[in-house]
């Protein structure tokens, strides 16, 4: 429209306006990620698993490494009697909790936002509200992990003043990125509010990552018939994929070693 136009229409100019920025808003919300936000671990390539005590970050250079490769390299070095080096970066790992957390300081001050967001989660730990400033310093650098645990903190109240349209904010910047709880989070949000419609689209997209909990919240919707059999089949489908596709000899090893 001309500007003449839009000056003599602008109600309606405005309302689509805001109309269309919705749409744009949804396609970036509901785009499936690649990956979750935790993506391969940088030693066998593999998909990381969603479940984060599967995997360790590496203090002195913020990469996660998957068990298996953690314990196939420490099988390694017991055996050979090598020295214990990190398996990405070389160097020497940390003797001690107090070295851990120094090498961690020293990335989070070279602005790793991983680093900075592990900083964030010690201070939460210890019940420090000033967890909140290192959160929102690492979602400012994109952390998906920081946007995440700032919707908490908006959620709480906790270093920050309740705001749930932050709260959803952050849930949402999280899902885009690929947390798949944020993502399911989002989901029992919509459902709570009757729109199942967007909720299911949320499960489905946490499900294709191998989220447990969003194909159980599936499950349920398929038997109450807010989900198609076919609906349901393909989401099945995609979580066992996302499930096998973390799989590897070395992990399989560990976990049984766990139970």
């Given at each position: 429209c001309s500007d003449k136009c839009q000056q003599e229409h602008l109600p309606h100019h405005e309302k689509a306006c805001k109309e269309r920025a919705?749409?744009?808003?949804?396609?970036?919300?509901?785009?499936?990620?690649?990956?979750?936000?935790?993506?391969?671990?940088?030693?066998?390539?593999?998909?990381?698993?969603?479940?984060?005590?599967?995997?360790?970050?590496?203090?002195?250079?913020?990469?996660?490494?998957?068990?298996?490769?953690?314990?196939?390299?420490?099988?390694?070095?017991?055996?050979?009697?090598?020295?214990?080096i990190c398996p990405f970066c070389r160097t020497h790992s940390p003797n001690s909790q107090e070295e851990c957390h120094k090498n961690t300081l020293k990335r989070a001050e070279a602005d790793d936002p991983i680093a900075v967001c592990e900083i964030g989660e010690m201070y939460y730990r210890a019940g420090d509200e000033s967890a909140y400033k290192y959160f929102a310093k690492a979602a400012e650098m994109g952390d998906a992990v920081a946007h995440y645990n700032l919707s908490d903190s908006y959620r709480r109240g906790e270093g920050a003043e309740n705001d749930e349209r932050k709260e959803i904010y952050h849930l949402e910047e999280a899902a885009i990125r690929g947390h798949p709880d944020a993502r399911h989070d989002l989901a029992m949000e919509e459902g709570r509010n009757g729109r199942f419609d967007r909720a299911v689209k949320h499960w489905v997209i946490a499900a294709n990552l191998g989220h447990d909990d969003s194909i159980q919240s599936l499950k349920k919707c398929y038997t109450h018939g807010v989900v198609s059999k076919e609906g349901f089949a393909a989401a099945l489908r995609a979580h066992h994929a996302a499930a096998v596709a973390t799989k590897s000899l070395q992990r399989e090893i560990v976990a049984k070693s766990n139970n």
């Open positions: 919705a749409e744009l808003h949804d396609e970036i919300l509901f785009r499936q990620p690649e990956s979750s936000h935790l993506g391969d671990c940088p030693i066998c390539f593999l998909p990381l698993p969603i479940d984060m005590k599967n995997s360790t970050i590496m203090s002195c250079c913020s990469k996660m490494v998957c068990s298996g490769c953690s314990h196939a390299i420490f099988k390694r070095e017991y055996e050979e009697n090598l020295e214990n």
